[in-house]
């Protein structure tokens, strides 16, 4: 059963900072590439990074790049991301996947977890 639990959201003034979890059961995250997804009310999800396999590769949307960092455990079976500077357009629901190789350093999303939220208000 593979499963994926997001931890570490709630709220937070802006300029603040959370680190999100990505725990992963079922299988070992050590082989898979990891992307962290969001999607605020009334708009549709986008991919907001992604970090490789072996080669230490990472992704960023432009809107993130700089205050969001992407990382791994792998002896925890669990990747991270850490978010700073949060402004309230930030604000959304967060979900990690991974699958199959996307061809590139983010993967297919085949598999999902349940999302945790991040609000940014003062």
């Known amino acids: 059963q593979v499963q994926l639990v997001e931890s570490g959201g709630g709220l937070v003034q802006p300029g603040g900072s959370l680190r999100l979890s990505c725990a992963a059961s079922g299988f070992t995250l050590d082989y898979y590439a990891i992307a962290w997804f969001r999607q605020a009310p009334g708009k549709e999800r986008e991919g907001i990074s992604c970090i490789g396999i072996s080669d230490g590769s990472t992704y960023y949307l432009d809107s993130v790049k700089g205050r969001f960092t992407i990382s791994r455990d792998n002896a925890k079976n669990t990747v991270y991301l850490q978010m700073n500077s949060l402004k309230p357009e930030d604000t959304a629901v967060y979900y990690c996947?991974?699958?199959?190789?996307?061809?590139?350093?983010?993967?297919?999303?085949?598999?999902w977890g349940q999302g945790t939220q991040v609000t940014v208000s003062s």
């Open positions: 996947a991974t699958g199959r190789s996307g061809g590139q350093v983010c993967p297919l999303a085949d598999y």
